[in-house]
């Protein structure tokens, strides 16, 4: 059920006679910083413009790294891809979060302007989504878990398709939404897309549904309201492991689980 994050490092695919071939390990490059976009106090939209484009799917994710002062070498770290890959992917969005006293994290929500170049490796990650996998799906988020989510949202828009998407995300308060206003849009938009929201932190908001972490409960309610036969989970580990174990329990099958551990 879980992906292989951070040292994967070639994409499997087929020949056109059917037998197996690597495809070339993707190479560090220099992308430019065409756009920075402050979603919330902690999470920042970063715009990559890369030279050497390669095709991804939604759910994937690219390694960043940066220089860090005292370390020999440059600090890398995971990233999903917030932007869909059709029509053009040679631009790639990333919703960084900034996590205290991290070492990247910091320096990429906070510090990092349009003009500078970050140097970047991808696409990697199995924690995908295309209209082959089908539906409906229940997707479940915690922070900045949405962003691969987002992609997916926005490939669907994309292409016009209409699978039923049930996005459940769970923030500290409304100020804490990431992409608050686009998903707001989106659901009313998009006759295939709920969102439902609960707050950690602000028992009284009108804006969700649930005010309390995403527990087994929770899940089971949206999982028979959703008629969800694929779920995607992804955030902090310990609740994409308790969402895992609902999930399997109230009878989806575990090859339609897919999970995706940002520790
Ligand atoms: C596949 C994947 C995709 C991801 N996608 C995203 C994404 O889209 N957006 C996003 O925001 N994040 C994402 N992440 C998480 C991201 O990769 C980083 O883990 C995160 O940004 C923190 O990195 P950092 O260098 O800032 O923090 P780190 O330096 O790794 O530190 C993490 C935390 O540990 C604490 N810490 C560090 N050292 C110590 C110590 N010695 N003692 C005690 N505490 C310590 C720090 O204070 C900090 O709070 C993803 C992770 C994975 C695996």
Redesign the pocket.
């Known amino acids: 059920m879980e ?1 292989e ?2 040292n994967s490092n070639a994409v499997s695919s087929v020949d056109g006679d059917g037998s197996p071939r690597k495809a070339p390990a993707p190479k560090w490059q220099f992308a430019d910083v065409i756009g920075v976009v402050a979603e919330t106090p902690e ?1 920042t939209t970063l715009r990559l413009a890369l030279p050497e484009p390669t095709e991804f799917t939604s759910g994937q ?1 690219y390694n960043i790294r940066i220089p860090v002062e005292g370390r020999p070498r440059p ?1 890398q ?4 891809i ?1 932007s869909p890959p059709f029509p053009k992917f040679d631009v790639v969005e ?13 320096v990429l929500a906070k510090q990092t302007k349009v003009g500078d170049k970050l140097e970047v490796r991808g696409p990697y ?1 199995a ?1 995908v989504w295309s209209e082959d996998k089908g539906g409906p799906l229940l997707l479940i988020s915690a922070g ?1 878990g949405v ?2 989510f987002m992609s997916m949202i926005r490939y669907a828009k994309a292409k016009g398709l209409d699978v039923p998407m049930h996005l459940l995300f769970s923030s500290k308060s409304a100020e804490y939404v990431i992409y608050s206003a686009e998903l707001d849009e989106l659901e009313a938009e998009l006759d295939w897309l709920t969102v439902t929201h609960t707050f950690t932190r602000d028992p009284q908001h009108s804006g969700a549904r649930f005010h309390r972490r995403i527990d087994r409960e929770m899940v089971a309610e949206l999982l028979a309201e959703s008629g969800a036969k694929l779920a995607y989970i992804c955030g902090p580990p310990e609740m994409v492991e308790l969402c895992e174990v609902a999930l399997v329990e109230l009878g989806l099958d575990p090859e339609n689980v897919y999970s ?4």
């Open positions: 992906t994050a951070r999470t994710y600090i770290r995971a990233y999903s917030a990333f919703g960084i979060k900034e996590m205290e006293g991290g070492l990247v994290s910091p990650g924690f900045s962003v691969p995706e551990k940002y520790d």
